[in-house]
């Protein structure tokens, strides 16, 4: 499956099942292991778990490969490996704690999200210690672009 029809699908299960501080980095330059990095937030164990299986269940569905899925015993972190996609789902305090976005963040992905007529850019880079959120439907996604 493409990448940025991969990438499009995560984010769409995410968002079905009300995740909330999307953000989607482009890793190709810092591993060869996979192209994309989401992350997301769940407000609860029980969310992060729906998160984590919603993606599970649409990526099957669209034709693409679920490597193997990680956490849903507690849900305070779930992680699902879509092979080119890896997709961290975690609670806000486990999520400040361990600051993904420090590790991957850096290349910016240019993403459509629900709502939108076109992908709006965020300028902040990723040394910046706060990002400007976009308000989609209701809930905070933050945007990072290609």
Known sequence: MDIRKLQRVIVDALEDVKA????????????NEFE???IAS?????????????VCQEVKQAGGEVLGMEGTDTGEWV???????????LQPAMREYYNLEEIWGGKKVNIKLHGDKEASPVTDDAASATRRPKAVRGKMIRIIED
């Open 79 to 89: 992680l699902v490996d879509c092979g080119a996609a890896i997709v961290h789902i």
């Open 36 to 38: 994309r990095v989401i």
């Open 42 to 54: 769940g407000s609860s164990n029980r969310q992060t778990r729906a998160l984590g299986y919603n």
């Open 20 to 31: 909330q501080d999307i953000v989607v980095y482009n890793t190709k330059h810092l591993t």
